[in-house]
């Protein structure tokens, strides 16, 4: 009676096959988690505002970490900015909005309001906590809001995280951009409205 062995090469195609499977599995598991978490600028669940330059603003109030903001009751030019606490575009220009902020300070008033459902992991209901976290882990110098009604976003988020509206004191939309938008950006924008 004779016990047949397997062959050497059966049971490295064997193996062979077995590790192309386990690594072809590792990279659609790896895209699938990186696309879920790492959301574009551009994916909005919310549709865009209609809002252009020229525009009256629309009023909005919310309870920051500073006090209350309510539009209606400044007078100086306003800067928003719709963020998502998941967003890297938003976490990278925490720094430019912070330096704004300085410079800015007494001449325009600035709000930074959470637009996203989304927490800051990219798939969670968005929580004060997660807003919290948010502004200190970025050392945030402006106000900002936790909306968990995205009333704010609803009104003013045009195609992408983050937002920034820059609002005259007469309440009319001046200016308005998605995404990193540089400081000298910003800054002219501000300019052109003080």
Not at 85 to 110: F, I
Not at 151 to 165: C, D, E, I, N, R
Request: proline share 6%; with cysteine.
């Amino acid at each position: 009676m004779s016990t047949r062995k397997t062959s050497s090469p059966d049971r490295r195609k064997l193996i062979m096959y077995g590790s192309l499977v386990a690594v072809v599995v590792a990279i659609v598991v790896a895209v699938g988690w990186s696309s879920r978490v790492q959301k574009a600028a551009t994916d909005v669940p919310i549709s865009d505002s209609k809002l252009k330059v020229g525009d009256t603003a629309p009023a909005f109030a919310i309870a920051t970490n500073a006090g209350n903001f309510d539009l209606a009751q400044v007078s100086t030019p306003v800067l928003l900015e719709v963020f998502a606490t998941w967003c890297p575009h938003c976490q990278r220009e925490t720094s430019v909005l912070n330096d704004v902020a300085s410079k800015y300070a007494g001449k325009v008033a600035m709000v930074a309001v959470s637009g996203s459902p989304y927490g800051v992991d990219g798939s969670s209901p968005e929580t004060q906590n997660d807003v919290n976290g948010f502004s200190e882990h970025f050392a945030v110098r402006y106000p900002v809001a936790f909306d968990p009604n995205l009333k704010v976003a609803q009104l003013y988020l045009k195609s992408g995280f983050p937002t920034l509206v820059l609002i005259d004191k007469n309440k009319k939309i001046a200016w308005m951009k998605s995404g990193e938008i540089p400081e000298t950006d910003i800054a002219a924008a501000i300019k052109n409205v003080l």
